[in-house]
């Protein structure tokens, strides 16, 4: 931008109050092209309320939310590249719910309930390939359609129809490469529940991910205080210290749209300090950025922000290809993470290729499911790798132990520091409410709402 304009920007003073610069400010000093989506900045005015403490604690509140949220909405249950061939399956659960994802015969994903018509008892323990669901108990088996395929003594079944005897169905969608299932047969469609992400995605699609890493872990707290802990930057100054040199938590751009209930979206700079580093060098500023960065140097005329984006395009180089040159800065370095309703957050651009799920963990409002996963760009013109398997750590490992995390292994440590306390606090502020900052904590008080919509919803 014109030097002019630049400090013109520079001297307004943000009507939301924020620190400068602004998001939209650092976008300016972009080089190539800067996609639409990144130039959208809506700030939906939703007031200011807080959320009841005991959404995240009471038996009422979330067998309400399982019942009516949960049993209504679209959630991701696993990757399509997880089950390639016929029989292969995992399982998802939520709450009581069981299903077994599986590939049929015929290549469509079907999500069958996991629960033996006979005497109910769960078909499958664990993924795997099948050719058939034979329940381990009296030999009932059903076909990877959902089928009936074989009655054990069928002479003392004279009640029991074929054709009525063949597994429940759940819905089953697919965008990105991730299989969603739905249990609400009057819910809309996949397309239409995620409003404007496939077209936000376009620019760098899933589909072309792959699954380099995935983690889960079992956390001691409800599964929104363990999301909400990951839609925000503000709180990098006090649990992640370390990152304050080189991440613009306050400067972070948080966006909701008015009349769109299933997606938010924050973008957190990176290159530029928080307010909260104190006066810091630009040499600072980007040695900080990577472990062993202690001889960088910003060279004159340029920033931190520039050198940071460099040495991630030059890492990117190989797998994206031409595809590199129309990164912006902004795409290679800062958190760009758009939040699908209610459980899915996902990470756009090529900053870091990650992706999160939280789900409660059983029917304990108390305990949380939280799944990590590295999702690469899939390298041009290379065949699609297998995706890793599945690490599950135990509640009372770190996540440091999940070597194929790297570095984020330390930095999801200091996230999950807080949640106990943060549990053990909210069953202490029973009928009261949190306070949510009116900019910053915007995202999870629209997230609420929408909750709310759904939960009071006695349909
Ligand atoms: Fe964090």
Redesign the pocket.
């Known amino acids: 931008m014109p030097a002019d304009d630049a400090s013109r920007s520079a001297r307004t003073p943000d009507p939301l109050g924020r620190p400068k610069p602004t998001v939209q400010d650092l976008l300016k000093e972009e080089r190539v092209e800067t996609p639409w989506q990144l130039e959208e900045a809506p700030f939906h005015d939703i007031g200011v309320a807080g959320v009841r403490a005991e959404d995240y604690v009471s038996r009422l509140f979330f067998d309400r939310e399982i019942a009516r949220m949960w049993g209504r909405v679209w959630q991701m249950a696993c990757r399509e590249d997880e089950i390639p061939n016929a029989g292969d399956h995992v399982l998802y659960e939520i709450g009581a719910r069981s299903y077994i994802i599986v590939r049929g015969e015929d290549g469509a994903v079907r999500a069958l309930r996991n629960v033996c018509l006979h005497r109910g008892r769960r078909l499958r323990d664990c993924p795997g390939r099948a050719a058939s669901f034979r329940c381990p108990f009296h030999g009932f088996t059903w076909s990877l359609n959902g089928a009936l395929k074989e009655t054990p003594t069928p002479w003392d079944f004279p009640h029991l129809e074929a054709q009525s005897f063949s597994l429940p169905q759940a819905r089953v969608g697919h965008w990105g490469g991730f299989v969603f299932v739905c249990f609400d047969p009057a819910a809309p469609s996949l397309e239409a529940y995620l409003e404007d992400i496939p077209a936000i995605f376009a620019r760098w699609p899933m589909e072309e991910r792959f699954t380099a890493a995935h983690v889960t872990r079992p956390l001691p707290c409800n599964w929104k205080v363990a999301l909400e802990?990951?839609v925000e930057s503000f709180?990098?100054t006090d649990?992640?210290p370390q990152a304050a040199t080189y991440i613009g938590d306050f400067h972070t751009q948080y966006d909701v749209w008015e009349g769109k209930r299933h997606y938010s979206r924050m973008i957190s700079p990176r290159g530029i300090a928080s307010p909260s580093a104190g006066a810091i060098s630009d040499d600072e500023i980007l040695q900080s950025s990577e472990p062993g960065g202690a001889n960088l140097r910003v060279p004159e005329g340029s920033t931190p922000r520039r050198e940071m984006a460099e040495r991630r395009r030059a890492h990117l180089r190989k797998t994206l290809g031409p595809d590199v040159a129309r990164l912006t800065d902004s795409e290679a370095i800062d958190t760009i993470q758009y939040w699908i309703f209610p459980n899915l957050v996902v990470w756009w651009g090529h900053a870091a290729p990650i992706v999160y799920r939280f789900r409660p963990l059983g029917e304990d409002p108390e305990r949380a499911l939280m799944d990590v996963y590295l999702m690469p760009q899939v390298p041009r013109g290379a065949d699609r790798p297998k995706p890793a398997a599945t690490t599950e750590l135990t509640e009372h490992q770190p996540w440091t132990d999940a070597k194929e995390l790297g570095g984020l292994g330390a930095?999801f440590d200091?996230?999950v520091g807080n949640f106990a306390a943060l549990q053990s606090g909210l069953r202490a502020m029973a009928g009261e409410r949190t306070t949510l900052a009116r900019y910053q904590e915007n995202r999870i008080r629209h997230f609420h709402r929408v909750l709310a919509e759904y939960v009071e919803d006695e349909r």
Request: no cysteine; aromatic share 12%; net charge negative.
């Open positions: 802990a990951f709180h990098v649990t992640h930095v200091q996230d």
